[in-house]
């Protein structure tokens, strides 16, 4: 990880993350979360893509793992190296279940900053940066960038919503997300120093009543 990558996200910690209730709500959801989000056409296409784009046998991170369905399984069943990482200790339960021959750090993204975890070669964060504040989330991309070895990969997604840390309802609990509108994302991610080689979007309508319908954002990215 280079030093400017490492600087930004240390200063910004300083300041103080506030993850109150995060985990919490994941440890309440459980494996509930797979019944209420059944469909998952746009990730199940972005994580294949990083699976085949990889060489066999690569390092690929999954940040904000979940229950290891479908991302961190199809990423193992591929032949990778996988590491899972979430801030839920019932959510990695059911990873490490799910998904035995991988391997799952309970930990929060903004703890990875000092490299623990060392270098890799594709990276997945499915709905992840959405649970930080918006200040956030540059520091989160620029702090991948450095995890990432020269030409790795990035699948990302997001929910498209001009949001900063806004509370939602979630499965009978309340979780804080934020977004970006489509453009906005695009220049997150390039000023963080990666290249957009593919995009798509789905319109999402989770089972569960209480959780909006979204538009869902996926973005291949290579290290620039």
């Known amino acids: 990880m280079s030093g400017d990558d490492n600087q930004g996200y240390d200063g910004y ?22 019944d209420a989000f059944p469909h998952k056409d746009g990730q199940l296409t972005a994580g294949d893509w990083l699976a085949s784009a990889l060489p066999p046998g690569s ?7 979940g229950t290891g369905l479908p991302t961190a399984r199809r990423l193992s069943e591929a032949g990778h190296e996988v590491v899972g ?6 959510i ?6 799910n998904v035995p021959g991988a391997e799952f750090h309970l930990a929060d993204i903004a703890e990875l900053r000092d490299g623990r975890l060392g270098s890799f070669d594709g990276i997945a964060a499915f709905f992840t940066l ?4 918006r200040p956030e989330i540059p520091h989160a991309l620029r702090m991948l960038h450095g995890m ?22 979630f499965l009978g609990n309340t979780i804080r997300v934020s977004g970006y509108l489509r453009d906005e ?29 979204e538009i869902q954002l996926f973005l291949n990215l290579r290290r620039a």
């Open 13 to 34: 910690a300083r300041a103080g993350l506030d993850r109150t209730g995060q985990a919490e709500a994941f440890d309440a959801i459980g494996d509930r979360y797979d």
């Open 59 to 65: 390092r690929v991170l999954d940040l904000g793992c």
């Open 85 to 90: 990482v979430d801030i839920s200790p019932g």
């Open 92 to 97: 990695l339960k059911l990873a490490r279940d």
């Open 130 to 133: 959405l649970m930080l504040p």
């Open 148 to 169: 990432l070895r020269p030409e790795g990969l990035l699948a990302l997604g997001m929910v498209e919503a001009d949001v900063n840390d806004f509370s939602i309802p």
């Open 185 to 213: 994302l695009r220049r997150v991610v390039r000023d963080a120093g990666f290249d957009v080689v593919g995009e798509d979007s789905h319109a999402y309508a989770p089972a569960s009543t209480d959780v909006p319908p």
